[in-house]
């Protein structure tokens, strides 16, 4: 298989070492500093339970929202830029992509219980493709006017980007790397997929009893 062997010669050791800073910066979760900044309590005991922007604006308001989606959004981005000024192997770009999102979503100082990753994500995806960005960019917006809702067509946009990956490139070690980074971020969001669902049906069902005569 050709693909694999593309990855196969790519230079391990040095994957190796930026797989793993780009983890530890991962790991670097906003929302929970901040809250402990400035309330001094643990932000994954209140509200959601959750690191990310959503259940930090629920606690600080808009702006604990907006910084924590903007440096979540800003590590996803920098770890890809600054991977790209240690080597030219896309391969080893795509470690370091999932590497961050993995070390948000698993951060090991707070024991493995961090966010679900879809900032972190988006970000890295904007520096290591700006087409597969703009993907996800069109889906979302398109589902959100269908749906009326931001978290299920988040998903459902991210599912997406790994076709869009394969329709632009047809690369496929890097379509499965994609796929990798996006599976992560689904899988964390797995119970928000299932609310999603749940709400939407229940939103057909009152829809259709209301239009019953």
């Not at 983890?23 to 670097?28: A, D, H, I, K, S």
């Not at 960005?133 to 978290?151: E, G, N, Y």
């Not at 946009?157 to 980074?181: E, I, Q, T």
Request: one cysteine or more; charged letters at 15%.
């Amino acid at each position: 298989m050709s693909w694999f062997n593309n990855l196969h010669s790519t230079n391990w050791t040095q994957a190796s070492s930026i797989a793993v800073c780009a983890y530890l910066l991962g790991c670097f979760t906003t929302g929970y500093y901040l809250v402990r900044l400035w309330l001094h309590e643990d932000v994954r005991e209140l509200g959601s339970g959750n690191v990310g922007a959503r259940n930090v604006g629920r606690i600080l308001g808009k702006r604990g929202f907006f910084f924590t989606l903007l440096f979540d959004f800003g590590k996803g981005a920098l770890a890809v830029w600054t991977t790209r000024h240690f080597t030219s192997d896309d391969h080893i770009v795509a470690f370091a992509m999932i590497a961050v999102v993995a070390g948000h979503i698993w951060p090991v100082q707070l024991r493995f219980r961090g966010g679900k990753g879809m900032a972190t994500a988006v970000g890295a995806l904007l520096v290591f493709d700006p087409w597969l960005a703009l993907t996800f960019t069109i889906a979302f917006l398109c589902l959100v006017a269908i749906f009326r809702r931001t978290v299920l067509p988040g998903l459902i946009a991210l599912a997406c980007v790994p076709l869009g990956c394969l329709w632009l490139d047809h690369n496929p070690a890097r379509v499965f790397l994609v796929s990798v980074l996006c599976a992560l971020v689904l899988v964390a969001h797995r119970k928000n997929f299932v609310e999603e669902i749940s709400h939407l049906l229940d939103r057909r069902h009152v829809q259709t009893k209301t239009d019953q005569p």
